[in-house]
């Protein structure tokens, strides 16, 4: 008989060989003695996924057991990358797989490159998900998150000739070891169709008769913590033909055109919207959200109701956060499910739903928040508009009774948006139903009470918090630079900062240790070399590892102002040629990187990216120029591309217009690394200069409270002399492509320049030039390093998490034990 403990799967580097070998040959079905590094990451991926099933279920019957209240995490978009290292970490069993590994030939590093991205969003909102999916593991909450398997994640960015085109990215292409599919969870999804009135029992009810059935099959995505038996799930839904499904065209045996038919289906999950700036009212975008979010509420309610009969628990037992409103049909589903189906009256569905929902909003910018054109949505769900409309009058009359007849404010504040296109609000709906609305920095919860949202904070303050977003360090500083992580254990004398962050500030006493600054100094070497090859194989381009490395990595978007970054470059070349050769000493060398996909349809944004190209091409190239200047495009960045910049980088830039960066998470994963920050006081940086001190940082331009009277004086503000010289070399042809630069040039005219790049150039090259003498000074620029990693202990994403657990959720710890 096996004994209990003896079902686990054993760790021992003779059990993890076999475990790869048997999979190699019996999952992968190749031979066991001819393998080659994809086939290896392959066998090993298997072996590592047994063992988070084990967790997970474990886990999952624990929980089942305990039956907590249980976090729902609804997102559109995960931005998870790669899984192997990050999985083995967390077990705690990454030497012991190097190990194995090695007794069968293979390298880790590089049986781990093989893997490729799952990149199933757009940009910082759905990398903050995958954060905050480790640490609600980690942190042992009773949580799921909810997604859409897309079949094409974001497109991989290939330049050619310096232009940015798309590719599909098929990821599911070699498989994904990652995930289980679960053929027996599945929910038929309905669509279209009337809504028609029904008496029962002396009662009228409205009944939807739906026009058409998908159905949503479940894929699951172990989420292992670190230093805790929890693995917890995140589940995404993929769209299937159901059997439901016109049955009508194969009896009138047209049998080709119904298989056709039934093909469309899938297109539901197909592909992810790659447009994070303005929500467009598309059919199928919509399809999207309902189809998501009807399966993940079917989830949720069976589980619910396997050990509930009673909708009042369901508050007690259910919280629904969505993230952004892209979720937000949830509310009106919520609310169908509870008259339509359950029969619960009006008021008793209403109190239960906006007692589970929360909501936070990550951006500044009305234009992005979400309208749907009601046209659309009657069509394609009409129950939901009706039930909309509902909602929005008894709250239109509870307003009324509180303010007045103020006709504007009510408009402003209706669900409904009246106008050329009728259309439902999302965030009006989700603020008038939830009862906590977060922001994602200080300065974005003031952004929203005092612009976007002040009406609802005026009649709602209670209801607006802020949590500040945070990354995990575990991916961040243990997975992508293993050397400072070491360091960092050596010096703290333990590596429980791993799930305990506030010891980083521990570091501080070690500051002024020449032994750490050597120390630390090396790691950062080593990182910049392996940049370096990286950046020489790419582009063949070789950077010296004495320039200081200069990053700016993000999503492409005018208010980011990589326009800025590469104006400020051109402005250091045009200094250089113009200097005295004997001068040209006491430059300090730079290599400047740029990365950052734009969105297909962005052309500013892609012009920018061809500005990049235009001005590297020449720099790279001036024999004048030598190491002092260098200016690298990185391709396709994304999560793993980052994983190798962020580590190598020794500043890195975040020069959003102030008030445009609703947080930023980016900026956290470089101070981490102990990369200095040159910034703006936007979004989270405000909170890091409190953390870090503003004189460990280099910050410039135009403050948050200051820009709204900038926009006023519009023409009036005039650019400096060094600005116009730079714009008009470009508007000139001294790149090149005068004509196609012509309209990205007219962004920055007088008057036009909304993101105030002129305003700004200034102080922002003092800051610049601050970095450089800084950068002469090592021993300075090491100190500033040390304490940066030291100061980042609040933006971790643990921190975020329980504050959400304990503020917004009202769930607690439910730890499996080992
Ligand atoms: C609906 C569609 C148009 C859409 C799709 C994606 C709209 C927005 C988005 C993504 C927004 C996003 O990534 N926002 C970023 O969220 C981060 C996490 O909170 C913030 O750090 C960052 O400042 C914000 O721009």
Not at 215 to 225: K, R, S, T
Not at 258 to 275: G, H, W
Not at 356 to 366: E, I, K, L, Q, R
Not at 370 to 387: A, S, T
């Amino acid at each position: 008989m096996f004994g209990f403990m003896d079902a686990f799967l054993k760790n021992d580097s003779f059990s993890l060989q076999k475990d790869i070998l048997d999979h190699v040959e019996y999952t992968v079905a190749r031979s066991r003695f001819i393998f080659d590094d994809f086939e290896a990451y392959q066998g090993l991926s298997y072996s590592v996924r047994d063992r988070l099933i084990e967790r997970w279920h474990d886990t999952h019957r624990y929980f089942k057991k305990k039956d907590p209240k249980r976090l729902y995490f609804l997102s559109l978009e995960f931005l998870m990358g790669r899984s192997l290292s990050n999985s083995v970490i967390n077990l705690g069993i990454r030497d012991q797989y190097a190990d194995a590994l090695n007794q069968l030939g293979f390298e880790f590093e590089v049986v781990a490159e093989q893997e490729g991205d799952a990149a199933l969003g757009n940009g910082g909102l759905a990398r903050l998900c995958a954060c905050q999916m480790d640490s609600l593991a980690t942190l042992d909450y009773p949580a799921w998150g909810y997604g859409l398997r897309y079949q094409y994640g974001l497109f991989r960015q290939i330049i050619l000739d310096g232009f940015q085109l798309e590719e599909p990215d098929y990821w599911l292409n070699f498989g994904n070891p990652w995930e289980i599919e679960r053929v027996h969870v599945s929910y038929p999804v309905k669509f279209y169709g009337t809504v028609e009135e029904e008496g029962i029992q002396g009662q009228t009810i409205k009944v939807w008769i739906p026009g058409e059935t998908v159905e949503a099959v479940a894929y699951d995505n172990p989420i292992p913590g670190y230093g805790t038996r929890n693995a917890i799930n995140l589940r995404l839904w993929a769209a299937k033909p159901s059997d439901q499904y016109d049955m009508e065209s194969y009896n009138t045996g047209d049998y080709i055109n119904a298989i056709m038919d039934r093909q469309k289906a899938e297109t539901i999950s197909n592909v992810l919207y790659p447009d994070d700036r303005s929500y467009q009212g598309k059919e199928l975008r919509l399809k999207q959200h309902y189809f998501f979010v009807s399966a993940s509420l079917q989830d949720i309610i069976r589980r619910f109701r396997d050990d509930h009969n009673n909708f009042d628990e369901f508050p007690e037992k259910v919280a629904l956060q969505i993230n952004d409103t892209h979720p937000s049909l949830a509310i009106a589903e919520v609310m169908r499910v509870l008259v339509d189906e359950e029969h619960l009256d009006w008021s008793r569905a209403w109190d239960i739903t906006s007692r589970v929902f929360s909501f936070t909003t990550h951006t500044v910018h009305a234009e992005a928040l979400e309208k749907i054109p009601v046209d659309l949505l009657g069509n394609l769900l009409p129950r939901h508009l009706q039930i909309i409309y509902e909602i929005n009058y008894k709250f239109m009359e509870e307003l009324k009774s509180m303010i007045g007849q103020d006709y504007d404010r009510l408009s402003r504040m209706s669900i409904v948006e009246e106008g050329a296109v009728k259309s439902i609000r999302m965030a009006n709906l989700s603020i008038v139903c939830c009862q906590i609305v977060n922001g994602v920095s200080k300065v974005h919860l003031d952004l929203l009470k005092e612009r976007v949202f002040k009406d609802f904070y005026e009649l709602w303050p209670q209801k607006f918090q802020y949590k500040t977003n945070g990354v995990t360090q575990r991916r961040w500083v243990v997975v992508s630079n293993p050397n400072l992580s070491s360091l960092i254990s050596k010096w703290l004398g333990t590596e429980s900062w791993i799930r305990n962050v506030d010891l980083l500030a521990g570091l501080r006493q070690h500051v002024s240790d020449p032994d750490l600054q050597r120390e630390w100094k090396m790691v950062k070497k080593v990182n910049k070399a392996r940049l370096a090859e990286y950046i020489e194989t790419l582009s063949g381009i070789k950077v010296s590892l004495d320039a200081m490395f200069d990053v700016q990595i993000k999503r492409i978007h005018e208010y980011k102002r990589q326009l800025l970054n590469i104006l400020g470059i051109i402005h250091r070349y045009d200094c250089i040629k113009n200097m005295e050769t004997s001068d040209r000493r006491k430059v300090v060398p730079r290599v400047c990187i740029i990365g950052g996909k734009a969105a297909p349809g962005y052309d500013i944004a892609k012009k920018i990216i061809k500005l990049c190209h235009v001005v590297a091409e020449k720099i790279n190239n001036d024999a004048d120029i030598g190491d002092l200047l260098k200016l690298v495009f990185i391709p396709d960045y994304n999560v793993s591309v980052a994983e190798l910049v962020i580590p190598g980088s020794d500043l890195s830039q975040h020069l959003s217009t102030a008030g445009h960066e609703a947080s930023g998470t980016g900026s956290m994963k470089f101070l981490m690394n102990g990369c200095l920050l040159l910034a703006t006081a936007d979004g989270a940086i405000v909170e890091i200069m409190e953390e870090v001190g503003a004189d460990n940082m280099f910050l410039f331009g135009a403050k948050v409270n200051e820009v709204p009277a900038l926009h006023e004086k519009g023409a009036s503000l005039k650019a400096p002399l060094q600005f116009l010289r730079v714009v008009r070399m470009v508007r000139d042809g001294y790149f090149g492509f005068k004509d196609y630069f012509k309209s990205l040039c007219d962004t920055l005219e007088d008057g036009k320049d909304f993101y105030l790049l002129g305003y700004d150039f200034a102080s922002y090259l003092e800051a610049q030039a601050a970095a450089d003498r800084t950068f002469v000074d090592p021993e300075k620029w090491i100190h500033m390093s040390i304490l940066s990693t030291a100061g980042s202990g609040k933006f971790s994403s643990d921190k975020t998490i329980e504050e959400y657990a304990k503020h917004t959720w009202g769930i607690e710890p439910c730890k499996c034990p080992f």
